[in-house]
């Protein structure tokens, strides 16, 4: 079946080091995107990619890396400049800018990533 | 700038009553507008989305929303809850700007619980 892989599923890292979160989509979706998840506020978005080797930031990109090397692979890495890194992290993929605009984004099951 | 609000961080309704999750966005033109479910400590799943021309959209599970260009709202709706429907429920908003990825915006999430 056709679907958005992350991992781990949990993750921990101590203060100061840099940690990175996979996503792995095998739906040919040209589109990927990173959200942060906190209680409350809902999805914000951190980066996006609309082809690979391309990139734009999102809403809150301070302290956060990507890179976008296979259509299939949209890793993030939180690094120890971003201080509340606390939160559940979501992937996305959508067929991009080929479909109409009704077309919805597809979802993993999101990494927790909690600070020792 | 488009936004999307959720009246309503949290509803409480008995198991078989109505459920009303309230959704309003704020845009000039008509966006595209989706409902995502997210049960705890998974991703979103897309519950349904909004096509131009079609006022009362079905989806998953059972439920529906209306679209009121006039009092600029998406509600959903479900006519008798089962205790499966206890999840977080997002509305989200696409407008149809040029160019871009199909960047969704969010609302703050409804928690939905199903009484017995």
């Known amino acids: 079946d056709g679907g958005i892989t992350q991992s781990p599923k949990y993750l921990f890292r101590k203060e100061g080091q840099n940690v990175t979160l996979s996503c792995e989509q095998n739906?040919?979706?040209?589109?990927m995107y990173w959200y942060r998840q906190d209680p409350g506020q809902g999805l914000r978005l951190i980066y996006y990619s609309q082809i690979v080797n391309d990139f734009q930031k999102g809403d809150i990109a301070e302290g956060y890396s990507v890179s976008r090397e296979k259509k299939e692979s949209f890793p993030l890495t939180v690094t120890s400049a971003q201080k509340n890194p606390t939160a559940f992290y979501l992937c996305?993929?959508?067929?991009?800018?080929?479909?109409?605009?009704?077309?919805?984004?597809?979802f993993g099951d999101g990494t927790r990533l909690s600070i020792l | 700038a488009q936004s999307v609000t959720q009246l309503g961080s949290h509803v409480s309704v008995s198991e078989g009553a109505l459920v009303l999750l309230r959704c309003n966005y704020s845009?000039?033109?008509?966006?595209?507008l989706f409902w995502y479910v997210q049960y705890p400590n998974q991703g979103l799943q897309l519950l349904l989305k909004y096509t131009t021309g079609a006022t009362l959209v079905k989806g998953i599970n059972g439920f529906e929303a209306e679209f009121k260009k006039s009092e600029t709202s998406f509600h959903l709706t479900k006519p008798s809850a089962h205790m499966s429907d206890a999840a977080e429920y997002f509305c989200a908003v696409s407008l149809p700007s040029s160019g871009s990825a199909r960047q969704l915006t969010f609302g703050s999430g409804t928690q939905l619980t199903v009484l017995p």
């Open positions: 739906l040919n979706h040209d589109a």
């Open positions: 996305a993929s959508s067929i991009g800018d080929k479909a109409p605009r009704n077309q919805p984004q597809h």
């Open positions: 845009s000039s033109v008509p966006p595209y």
